[in-house]
């Protein structure tokens, strides 16, 4: 990218520009409630549908049908629409030679953590990652708080080399 060139000791990056968290982020991170209200509504016509159950519990689940599918549907999609808010306040960038990372939309959480001493940058995908054509970057330095700050979530396959590779740029202009 343009930005990995030298960086002054001040300079601020703003590294979701140059390496975007995908627009699957949401999905991958819902698709578990998506299953889950699969299932519920599958079970839940199963139910109205079954010969055992007597005529008016029937009746009435069948009544009741409309209002659990539009429940559901509305907490499924205040879900997506809480998780997408949450992709759009993530910030990841660099500080001089920090990598800051800020996550949380009410209450913020802010990690900073210096370049320097990074001993591990890699890639990691999970099957569910793998199935959903995403990666996470991880960032490890020998402070505990590293696990907890320096994960990017949810990037392209291909944005995650990029940013991967423009750390490994800035390590290397601090180290020589």
């Given at each position: ?40 509504i599958s079970a839940y016509l199963a ?54 990372v800020s996550r949380g939309i009410i ?7 210096p370049l320097l001493p990074i001993t ?57």
């Amino acid at each position: 990218m343009e930005q990995a060139g030298r960086i002054g000791y001040h300079e601020v990056v703003d590294l979701r520009e140059s390496f975007p968290i995908s627009w699957k982020y949401s999905f991958r991170k819902n698709i578990g409630w998506l299953v889950f209200f699969c299932s519920l509504i599958s079970a839940y016509l199963a139910l109205c549908l079954s010969s055992y159950v007597p005529g008016d519990i029937s009746r009435a689940l069948w009544i009741l049908q409309p209002y659990v599918f539009k429940v559901s549907g509305a907490i499924l999609l205040f879900k997506l629409i809480l998780t997408e808010l949450y992709r759009l306040t993530l910030y990841y960038g660099t500080e001089g030679f920090r990598l800051v990372v800020s996550r949380g939309i009410i209450l913020k959480q802010r990690g900073s953590l210096p370049l320097l001493p990074i001993t591990e940058i890699y890639i990691q995908r999970s099957w569910l990652d793998l199935m959903c054509g995403l990666c996470n970057v991880n960032v490890y330095t020998p402070m505990d708080q590293t696990r907890q700050f320096a994960r990017i979530e949810c990037l392209a396959p291909r944005v995650a080399e990029e940013l991967q590779h423009f750390l490994n740029d800035i390590l290397t202009t601090q180290v020589f």
